[in-house]
């Protein structure tokens, strides 16, 4: 069984300066990781994801994700956030067997950003 | 390019009527998911279909049922609605599965509202 948990439900952060959403997972199996950002009234768009391979993951939008292992964490970051990157983030997790399993989210976390 | 495409975007149903959500595929992706998102919920994975089988179940009520098609569409049958199932339902494609260089593409949901 898979879990993930998003530490905080609401993150507020001034333009231009740096944010880190935490995701933690857990998993029975050696899994992939992603972030998906939902602006209001809109359908998931895929951030960034780990599959395997380095650790530090660079997505869209200029955030980036580190995975790590030991800690079973997959924070995401943004060093300098825009008013535009206000939106909920899920963190997910999928079984890194492959096929058509669903993946299991995170509840969110609300990123609003304050001018 | 093409996206996931998902009819009808919006959706008002009584209790106890039934209604039906569609899903077409981006071109040549033969793997369909479908999730539920309530609000200010996380989206919950209900079903998958691969090679029009059903490939995984997660938490679909029994009076919900789904199928893939020739032409890999799919479509979400909900009969006997609860105001319960009022939420937004994506869809989301992918190429076989989420594995190594796979990306799940999600559509833009159906609301459903059960009045």
């Known amino acids: 069984a898979q879990s993930v948990t998003q530490l905080d439900s609401q993150v507020p952060v001034f333009e231009e300066a740096p944010v880190e959403l935490r995701c933690n997972y857990s998993?029975?199996?050696?899994?992939?990781l992603f972030w998906y950002v939902q602006y209001p009234n809109q359908g998931l768009q895929l951030l960034l994801k780990?599959?395997?391979?380095?650790?530090l993951v660079k997505g869209i939008n200029g955030f980036e994700a580190e995975f790590n292992k030991s800690q079973t964490s997959f924070h995401l970051r943004k060093p300098s956030v825009h008013i535009s990157d206000t939106a909920e983030y899920f963190c997910?997790?999928?079984?890194?067997?492959?096929?058509?399993?669903?993946?299991?989210f995170g509840k969110g976390t609300h990123l609003i950003i304050q001018p | 390019a093409a996206g996931v495409i998902q009819s009808p975007r919006h959706l008002i149903k009584e209790k106890r009527e039934t209604a039906t959500l569609k899903c077409y595929p981006i071109?040549?992706?033969?793997?369909v998911y479908w999730y539920q998102q309530g609000p200010g919920q996380d989206p919950q994975f209900l079903i998958s279909?691969?090679?029009?089988?059903?490939?995984d179940k997660g938490s679909i009520p029994d009076r919900f049922s789904a199928q893939q098609f020739s032409d890999y569409h799919s479509e979400l049958n909900m009969s006997s609605l609860e105001l319960g199932d009022s939420a937004l339902y994506f869809c989301?494609?992918?190429?076989?599965?989420?594995?190594?260089?796979?990306?799940?593409?999600f559509g833009q949901g159906t609301r459903l509202t059960v009045v």
């Open positions: 071109p040549r992706h033969d793997t």
């Open positions: 780990y599959l395997s391979g380095s650790t």
């Open positions: 989301a494609s992918s190429r076989s599965g989420w594995g190594s260089n796979t990306e799940a593409f």
């Open positions: 998993s029975s199996v050696s899994v992939y």
């Open positions: 997910a997790v999928g079984d890194s067997g492959g096929g058509a399993d669903g993946l299991t």
């Open positions: 279909f691969y090679e029009k089988m059903q490939s």
